[in-house]
């Protein structure tokens, strides 16, 4: 899954060298929550030489009013774009949701409690995330795609081992081309981003709570354990 990515800084769109359509609908954060449905930065097969702003959850066209769709669609599965009702009239619509990282749970082994941990390009810059996405209400709104996670990916998100669809180089140019059959599309979707190119780390506890301010430079820096209270410790106070 993935319901959180950063875009913690406006500078990182304008090295794609492209027009920013929108921009006053992008909101910089540490921590972008899919469930608040915020704008997120896309490129898409309609118009590959900009940049524009989609709102994150797909809403079909046909849906009336929004909260009377009560499907999750922050994510699309690889596995189910092509049948699911959500998705199946979408899969031409493709983009790719531009972010300079994203989260996932990991559960150490024999633990209940998740821990938040950030992945994002071992060389700096933005991820490319396939996508689809919908028409819906004048605007158009959006699903990042995931697939089976890669063996570094399923330590992490070691629950679900699923991850978002991370494209780069031609295979991110491929995946914005019009005509794609859904074969194409397919084989596209089992493109293996290189475990290499990404850098894991735990950050602040709390990413997937909704009473913790997750709009901080601890969200996606390294965790530091916090220190001991010595007198806490020793009950001395």
Request: charge should be negative; include cysteine; aromatic fraction near 12%.
């Amino acid at each position: 899954m993935c319901y959180h990515i950063s875009n913690e800084d406006e500078q990182e769109l304008r090295t794609f060298n492209l027009p920013i359509k929108k921009l006053e609908q992008f909101k910089t954060k540490y921590d972008m929550n899919g469930f608040e449905k915020p704008f997120i930065p896309v490129i898409s097969k309609e118009d590959p030489k900009s940049i524009d702003m989609y709102r994150w959850r797909l809403v079909p066209t046909w849906v009336k009013e929004e909260k009377e769709w009560k499907a999750n669609t922050l994510n699309a599965r690889n596995d189910e774009l092509f049948t699911k009702a959500s998705y199946k009239n979408y899969w031409r619509n493709r983009c790719l949701v531009l972010c300079t990282g994203f989260f996932e749970p990991h559960y150490p082994k024999g633990e209940k409690e998740y821990e938040s941990w950030y992945i994002k390009p071992a060389e700096g810059g933005m991820f490319m995330l396939g996508a689809i996405y919908s028409p819906w209400n004048g605007m158009n709104t959006v699903s990042i795609v995931t697939t089976d996670a890669s063996p570094l990916m399923a330590k992490v998100h070691n629950d679900g081992e699923r991850q978002p669809l991370v494209l780069d180089g031609d295979a991110a140019l491929a995946w914005l081309i019009p005509d794609l059959t859904q074969m194409e599309m397919t084989d596209l979707m089992r493109y293996e981003y290189p475990d290499e190119k990404l850098t894991t780390y735990r950050v602040m506890d709390g990413i997937y709570s909704t009473k913790v301010d997750t709009n901080k430079p601890g969200a996606i820096k390294p965790y530091e354990r916090p220190k001991p209270d010595v007198l806490t410790l020793f009950d001395l106070d």
